[in-house]
C-alpha cells in the first residue's frame, strides 16, 4: 500500500506521490538524481520535503516497501529478517525523531549497538537527508563496529588501511614494488586487495599466490584479496587457491545486482566456501563489498528511487553476510552522478554515517575522476572528517594515483596524515607487527624509522641488478 504525502506550507499544499517520491524530494542536491529526475524541483521544495519526511513514522518503512516485495529479494530480505525486537525501542519514534535521539546523549555506543538490527536502510537513509555533515559525523562517531580475520578492524581511536597495489598490466615486480612501499609506510592492515587488469580465474590465483607469498614470508597479520568477480573467486577455491576474501560489488536492487552477475544465493554458497578454509586467525569475516552511489541508477535499476537511498539498500545486503570490509567508492562513477566536491564530501559522510548504523565496518575510498569538477583538496577534507567520524579504512595507493583504474585517491602518505593529525593507529596485531620489523619506532604515534628494516632489506639485497640476466 502506498500513501500519498502533504505538506502545507503557508497557503501551498505540497504533494508527493508516494514515500519514495518523498524521500527523493528531501534529498540533498546531487546530479544523479537530476539525471533520475527525481531531484526537487526548487530548494524550497527540497525543503519541504524535509519538513514531510520528518513526520513520517519509522513503522511506515516497514509498511510501505519502496521497491515491491514481490519482486525484488533484497526488499524481501530487508523485511523479512527485521527484528521487531531490536525496533521496539525506537519503534514510535517519526524520522525527525528518530534523527533527535540518535544526536542525543541517550543513544549511547551500546544502545545504538543494541538497536541496529531493527533500523532498515531506508530508515537510516531517510534520517540522514535531515542531518547537517556536523550530524552525520556525530553519530557514525558514537557507533560502534568491529571485525576481524588475520587483525581487528573498526576498534575506537584506529584508521585502517587497503594497500591497493593495481598495475595497468598486472606485471609481478611492478605489484611487489607497490606492495613494499605501501608496508614501509604503514599501510594495509585492512587488506591487501588488488583489481586485476585481466580478470580471470588463472590470472586471480596468480595473483592471490603472490600476496600469500608475501604475508606468509614477513608474517603480516593482514589478510588478501583480488577484486574478481564472486565466481571467478569460487573457482579459484575449488583449485585451491590462497583465498582469504571473498570479493564483490553489490547494489541495492536485485536488478543492480542480476546485472552485475549474481544473486543473494550466489553470495551465501560463496561465504561458505571462504569459511570452510578457515584461514582467519582472530576471526572468520570472510566478505569484502564494494558499493557506491549511482551504480543502481548507470543500471537503469533504480525503481525511480534516489541513489543515496539504493545506496542504503546495498547496505542492507552487505549485513546479511558479516563482511570484514564495506568500501563506498565514492566518487568513482564520475561528475554524472556526484558532480563535485561538495557532492562528493556530502556523499562520503552519508554514506559512512548510513553503514556504521546498520552494523557495518565502513570504509571510504576518498576519489574522485579527473573530469569531475573536484581536486586533492576536496578528498584531504573528506579523509579528515571521515577519520573524526570514525572511519573503518581508507585506500592506500602510489602517490594517490591509480594507474590501472585512472582514478584519483587517497595515498599512502594521506592515510599517514590522518593518523597524525587525528592521533589514530594502525590494527593493534598489524601496529605490533610495524614496530617488531623496525618500520617504525612508535607506531601508535605513525613515526616512521629512517632506514630500511632490515627484514626487507635483506630481500632486496637478494634481487638481480639491471645488465644480469633477467631469466
Known sequence: MHNTYRYTLGSRTYTFTNLADLMARATPARSGDRLAGVIAR??????????AL??????????????????????RLILDEHDASAFAPIAHLTVGDFRNWLLSDHATPTLLTQVRAGITPEMAAAVSKLMRNQDLILVAQKCRVTSAFRNTLGLPGRLSTRLQP??????????????LDGLLYGSGDAVIGINPATDNVPQAIRLMKLMDEVIQRYQ??????????VTNTLE???????????????????????????????????????????????????????????????????????????????????RKFDPLLVNTVVGFIGPEYLFDGKEIIRAGLEDHFCGKLL??????????????????????????LLGVAGCTFVMGIPGSDDIMLNYQTTSFHDALYARR????????????????????????GAHLNPGLPPAFASSLAQLPTRGGNDD
Open 42 to 51: 526548487s530548494a524550497e521544495e527540497r525543503a519541504v520535503a524535509q519538513m
Open 54 to 75: 520528518a513526520e513520517v513514522p519509522l513503522k511506515n518503512f516497514l509498511k510501505e516497501a519502496l521497491v515491491p516485495y514481490e519482486s525484488d529479494e533484497v526488499t
Open 166 to 179: 593495481n598495475h595497468p598490466t598486472d606485471d609481478m615486480n611492478g605489484i611487489a614494488a607497490s606492495m
Open 220 to 229: 603480516i597479520p593482514t589478510q588478501s584479496c583480488v577484486l574478481t568477480h
Open 236 to 318: 579459484c577455491i575449488e583449485q585451491g587457491a590462497p583465498v582469504d576474501l571473498v570479493f564483490q560489488s553489490i547494489g541495492g536492487t536485485e536488478a543492480t545486482n542480476s546485472s552485475f552477475g549474481f544473486n543473494l544465493a550466489t553470495l551465501a554458497e560463496a561465504q561458505a566456501a571462504a569459511l570452510a578454509l578457515g584461514r582467519g586467525t582472530v576471526g572468520q569475516n570472510v566478505m569484502y563489498f564494494e558499493t557506491g552511489q549511482g551504480s543502481a541508477l548507470s543500471a537503469n535499476a533504480h525503481h525511480g528511487l534516489d541513489q543515496q537511498t539504493c545506496e542504503a539498500r546495498a547496505y542492507g545486503v552487505a
Open 359 to 384: 552494523g557495518l565496518p565502513m570504509g571510504c575510498d576518498v576519489c574522485y575522476t579527473n573530469h569531475a569538477e573536484a581536486d586533492q583538496n576536496d578528498m584531504d577534507n573528506l579523509l579528515t
Open 421 to 444: 593529525a587525528l592521533n589514530l593507529g594502525a590494527a593493534p596485531e598489524f601496529e605490533a607487527w610495524l614496530e617488531q620489523m623496525q618500520i617504525m619506532s612508535d607506531a601508535a
